[in-house]
């Protein structure tokens, strides 16, 4: 197999691309979860981030992952690292922020949504012990 080098103007292509990724995604494309053995998972419907793993690297392979699904998994390993070393510090933290923001929204939408089934469950019960 031929290697293959990512030259700086491809390094910034796939920053753009996973940061365009990041941007247009709904805010529950990306999850966080408790995985086991992975830092994170990406299934072609959402991309998954383990909590207790380093999110930008993680980020930066999954939507990696996401956009060049024929790229074997020591190119996107190699084009991450190329990505996160070759960016400005800037760009990392503009992306990691647009990541971290999604993730936030989608845990609160789903924290929302628990909070409103406890609720119209409790609200059943109080009106039976009421009828006394």
């Known amino acids: 197999m031929a290697t293959f080098k990512l030259t700086k103007s491809d390094i910034k292509h796939v ?3 996973c940061l365009y990724l990041a941007r ?8 966080l979860r408790r995985l086991n053995g992975v830092h994170g998972l990406c299934n072609w419907t959402n ?4 909590t207790r793993g ?3 690297a993680t980020a930066y392979h999954e939507c990696i992952h ?3 699904p024929d790229w074997s998994e020591t190119m996107v390993l190699y084009a991450e690292s190329r990505v996160i070393n070759n960016v400005s510090l800037f760009d990392n933290a503009r992306f990691l922020k647009c990541i971290t923001d999604k ?7 789903e924290n929302l949504l628990l909070k409103r089934k406890k609720f119209k469950r409790k609200k059943k019960n109080e009106t039976r012990n ?3």
């Open 130 to 132: 009421t009828r006394r």
């Open 103 to 109: 993730l936030y929204k989608a845990a609160l939408h």
């Open 66 to 68: 996401y956009i060049y």
């Open 15 to 17: 920053y753009r691309r």
């Open 54 to 56: 380093e999110i930008l």
């Open 47 to 50: 991309i998954q981030f383990d």
């Open 24 to 31: 247009v995604k709904p805010p529950d494309f990306f999850n």
